[in-house]
């Protein structure tokens, strides 16, 4: 890649270049958002010697595009609401001739797009109760006050404008003393022989006292749009589109930053203009929490690479022509896991862990059959945090595996990939996290499936309470016990699940007092639910014992449940 530092063109010249088509936009742009306002104030900037920041420019051309790599050309008009925002737009995608293209804009399109509007595009205003997303509107022209003395801006107010610059619908009655700032582009302005009679004759009304002014705007409105280079650009060469796409999410500086999975969706819009619409109708219920990013990510891992997690014309194709295909998958899933007793909303943060599943169930119409597979590879993945690093390739990884194992996911699969395969050391770490961390949560759900209401809220709790470790010991227990059990006293053998108000109301209660407040048929309850070891004393003075005895049936219940 080389990149060439300190090109610089005038506004003319840059218009032109979008003009003639040298100049398009790659297909991740985002739209085009900036609002009437940001109009006029960046010219407003302009003919206050501002700066108006450096574009980042992509040469393209045979070596580094291919047929199927498109671009949007600028908008060459656009509605904006009563509340003079601009409407969304959906750009029309097309392919480049390099002979006449050789540029595409990576960072400076809401300028670019502006400044073109302005003189060469057209601008309209919806009004008020007119229905949206009907292009057009009433015509609208950008306008600069001549006469000083009629100057509509706050000196005192900050960021205000300094030129009375606006937008204006009443076209057919504008005030003798306002200049349509396209009328530059008039022959007669651009001539030099001409351009001083063309200016006495645009400030033909303006009072004598704003003469000079006037006369010094028009000027300087024209120095800045043909002589002054003030479009600086730097131009990165050589570059792929993964690269470029790469580049625009670290250089973007438009306003609020890009994630690379929100320019992603652009180009999805881009290929199915609809498809942000479908995603909302799939987005419900039990997928409420998720995000189109889930969608994007799951149709990387069923058309596509979900290394280079770039959308491509192929795969969005693939995801519109299959949409149908795509939901029901989704809805299987669900299924799949409402069967296991598991809430496919509990993912909607962690959704990750969900594609190779969705990949085995669209791509295998038995999958029903191992169900054992499933759960195996679900339960390990979360307690064994496979995804916690190099989400990507591991994706990846499974989908390789997956298609070795002629689309199932199996127990001897997993056994076979060391990160998922169930080793004593694994067990263990699940059985030494502690309260709070997403390990412990997540094993004390699974291992609670059984009896868990989905309509209470559970809280981790402490058996053995945790501040009893911190008064007095037992005068049976040594020192060094004591000392070994404080250690342990938060860690998942001394944990359980309780609903939120019973947890409030045990506090920290002795464990032995909390199990003797309960009768026969509560306490049995109890038992199975918080999996007490029979024959063993609920005493703290007994707490190794219990501690012990617990963690084998722990350790033996995360096996089961690990397949």
Request: hydrophobic share 35%.
């Amino acid at each position: 890649m080389s990149i060439l530092i300190d090109n610089s063109i005038s506004i003319y010249e840059a218009l032109q270049n979008i003009k003639t088509g040298k100049y398009v936009m790659p297909a991740f742009q985002r739209q085009y958002v900036w609002s009437m306002e940001q109009i006029e104030k960046l010219w407003d900037s302009i003919l206050l010697d501002y700066p108006i920041a450096t574009f980042l420019y992509w040469h393209v051309d045979d070596d580094n595009v291919t047929w199927d790599t498109y671009f949007c050309n600028f908008l060459s008009n656009v509605t904006f609401d009563s509340r003079k925002q601009a409407d969304s737009t959906n750009y029309e995608l097309t392919s480049i001739n390099v002979k006449v293209t050789d540029t595409a804009i990576l960072d400076g399109q809401q300028r670019l797009t502006s400044l073109y509007l302005s003189l060469l595009g057209d601008a309209y205003i919806r009004q008020k109760h007119a229905r949206k997303k009907i292009s057009g509107g009433l015509v609208t022209k950008l306008l600069i006050e001549l006469n000083k003395n009629k100057l509509d801006v706050d000196e005192e107010e900050y960021n205000s404008k300094k030129y009375d610059i606006k937008f204006s619908e009443k076209v057919g009655r504008l005030s003798p003393t306002q200049f349509d700032i396209k009328s530059i582009l008039n022959n007669k302005f651009q001539n030099e022989s001409t351009r001083e009679k063309a200016i006495e004759d645009a400030i033909a009304n303006v009072p004598s006292d704003s003469k000079q002014y006037a006369r010094d705007v028009l000027n300087k409105l024209y120095q800045k749009i043909f002589v002054e280079k003030l479009i600086r650009y730097t131009e990165i060469t050589d570059m792929k589109q993964d690269d470029a796409l790469e580049m625009f999410v670290r250089f973007n500086s438009g306003g609020k930053a890009l994630r690379k999975s929100e320019i992603t969706m652009s180009i999805l819009e881009a290929y199915w203009p609809s498809a942000k619409t479908e995603f909302g109708k799939l987005l419900v219920d039990s997928y409420a929490g998720f995000g189109s990013d889930f969608i994007i990510r799951s149709a990387l891992m069923l058309y596509g690479d979900v290394v280079k997690s770039n959308i491509s014309k192929k795969i969005a194709d693939e995801l519109k022509n299959n949409w149908n295909t795509f939901k029901k998958a989704l809805q299987d899933l669900d299924s799949v896991l409402r069967g296991m007793k598991i809430e496919v909303s509990r993912f909607s943060s962690s959704w990750n862990v969900l594609l190779p599943i969705i990949y085995f169930i669209y791509y295998n119409p038995d999958y029903a059959k191992n169900m054992e597979g499933i759960r195996s590879y679900l339960l390990r993945a979360i307690l064994f945090t496979y995804f916690q690093s190099g989400t990507t390739g591991k994706l990846q990884q499974m989908k390789s595996n997956i298609n070795s194992y002629d689309y199932e996911i199996t127990v001897d699969m997993l056994n076979q990939m060391n990160e998922l395969r169930v080793t004593d050391g694994k067990i263990e770490d699940i059985l030494n996290s502690e309260k709070g961390s997403r390990v412990a949560g997540e094993a004390l759900y699974y291992l609670s499936l059984d009896w868990i209401n989905k309509n209470f809220i559970y809280e981790q709790d402490h058996l053995h309470p945790y501040d009893r470790f911190d008064g007095s010991k037992p005068v049976s227990v040594s020192m060094e016990d004591w000392r070994r059990w404080r250690s342990s006293r938060n860690r998942l053998p001394n944990l359980q699940l309780l609903e939120g108000r019973s947890n409030g109301s045990k506090n920290d209660m002795r464990l032995v007092d909390y199990y003797n407040d309960m009768n026969d048929e509560q306490k049995a309850e109890f038992c199975k639910q918080a999996i007490i070891p029979d024959d063993t004393s609920l005493e703290l003075e007994n707490f190794e014992e219990f501690y012990e005895k617990r963690k084998t049936i722990l350790a033996d219940k995360l096996r089961t449940l690990l397949g």
